[in-house]
């Protein structure tokens, strides 16, 4: 079930990033006290009272006519198209200017419920002055403080309360639902029609295209597929993204009904950072990955080319040595044969579990060849292991002192869990606690 979208909007310098963080729980928006230093969309997820949902930080909304300003005002557009609540905030401490009564009537044709709040309430007698923001025309202001974390569950009560009731999708559980996500222009849309053998979905040398997600079904050699196109953000009026920019809330929302994220790269343009950001979206969720190297036609190649650019994607993308990697071309249909095969792989290895018994054996024989560190005189004793989740397979090490357990001794046991069954294409989880 797709989780809800929350943009936090306001003028530079009211403190977004600085709530975003405390909302996230980590530092993940520069915070400085400079306008304009969010310059981009961010996007995380952030829970409250056991509800989930996926958070935009914006660059400050300005009016202006500075190349820099109108990017983040388009930007800021954006995410408010995207979102399902919209948080407004505004700083007590120098009154309602100008430039939010610009973002106010931004927001009231967005048709957007919006929950206002006046940051920078440091302390209770400051709270008389949030009276003059109900001028503003968006009900109770809430005041809150997002450098001391004051007033936040109030917010957040009032912004889940506005979260539209999604419907609980069906999943055949037989079939295996994979998304292609990558930088614009990468050849998604062309790698879709060549599995499905017809014009599906548009194919453009324009970026940004493709205008929604697209469920495609494909039934290949007795296995059923859900093909998920995250090919692109939809044009609102004058609204868009730039060339380098990616609708990454839109491939979130669709790596979330994945079993298999397929990463498609550009053969002939080659690696780019914003490949490892998208990649990096679909490992944190625990997807299923295969890297697809699309374009491979345009590329002068020998014995060793593909070796070599195998080995170049490996030193790029450490955080994903389970991947396999694909090369294809879409547009000749060259190796296309290769990838449906190697999806079931991962889908496969993704949902797989091992028997407690099975997994303790490969366990204990990693320890009689490698046996457990020594920490300050006391050494790490491992009791069992067992498999407690599956999508993706996640095992818990019950151990003496979970303090004990090195990141690189876990990363040991990982890697002998791997040469035991393979799980190839999906990430992992050893989790090492304490037997109670």
Do not use: C
Request: aromatic share 8%.
């Amino acid at each position: 079930m797709r989780k809800a979208v929350v943009a936090i909007v306001g003028r530079p310098n009211v403190g977004k990033s600085t709530i975003f963080n405390r909302l996230v729980g980590e530092r993940i928006s520069i915070v400085e006290d400079i306008p304009g230093v969010t310059r981009d969309r961010i996007y995380s997820q952030a829970e409250w009272l056991n509800t989930k949902f996926n958070l935009i930080d914006t660059g400050g909304i300005e009016i202006g006519d500075e190349p820099l300003l109108i990017q983040m005002r388009q930007q800021a557009e954006i995410a408010i198209d995207e979102a399902d609540v919209i948080i407004f905030i505004v700083n007590a401490k120098e009154g309602i200017t100008a430039a939010d009564e610009e973002v106010a009537k931004l927001l009231f044709k967005s048709n957007k419920p919006v929950v206002l709040a006046v940051n920078k309430i440091d302390n209770p007698e400051m709270r008389d002055e949030i009276y003059e923001y109900y001028s503003l025309g968006f009900g109770e202001p809430f005041p809150i403080s997002g450098a001391h974390g004051l007033g936040l569950g109030d917010l957040l009560d009032e912004v889940v309360g506005h979260f539209p009731q999604f419907e609980q999708e069906e999943v055949d559980e037989d079939t295996i639902y994979f998304s292609l996500i990558g930088r614009p222009n990468v050849g998604k849309s062309s790698l879709v029609n060549a599995l499905l053998n017809e014009e599906r979905v548009i194919v453009s040398d324009i970026e940004g295209t493709t205008r929604d997600a697209v469920d495609t079904h494909l039934h290949r050699d007795g296995q059923d597929y859900v093909i998920i196109d995250t090919a692109g953000m939809r044009k609102r009026g004058k609204v868009y993204e730039s060339t380098e920019k990616y609708s990454v809330l839109r491939a979130l929302r669709a790596i979330e009904r994945s079993d298999v994220v397929l990463v498609l790269i550009d053969a002939e343009t080659g690696i780019r950072e914003q490949d490892k950001k998208i990649a990096g979206y679909a490992h944190d969720a625990g997807r299923g990955i295969v890297i697809v190297v699309n374009k491979w036609d345009t590329v002068e190649t020998d014995e060793k080319t593909m070796k070599e650019y195998e080995e170049k994607i490996r030193a790029h993308f450490q955080f994903l040595d389970y991947a396999p990697v694909v090369f294809l071309s879409a547009r000749t249909k060259k190796r296309i044969h290769t990838l449906l095969p190697m999806v079931q792989v991962a889908s496969e290895n993704h949902a797989k579990r091992i028997p407690t018994n099975v997994l303790n054996d490969v366990i204990m024989d990693a320890i009689a060849m490698n046996p457990t560190p020594t920490v300050k005189g006391q050494r790490l004793k491992v009791l069992y292991a067992t498999q407690v989740a599956a999508k993706p397979p996640a095992f818990v090490v019950f151990v003496n002192d979970p303090e004990l357990m090195h990141f690189s001794y876990q990363r040991f046991l990982e890697n002998k869990i791997r040469d035991a069954f393979g799980f190839v294409g999906t990430p992992i989880k050893i989790i090492a606690r304490r037997r109670s």
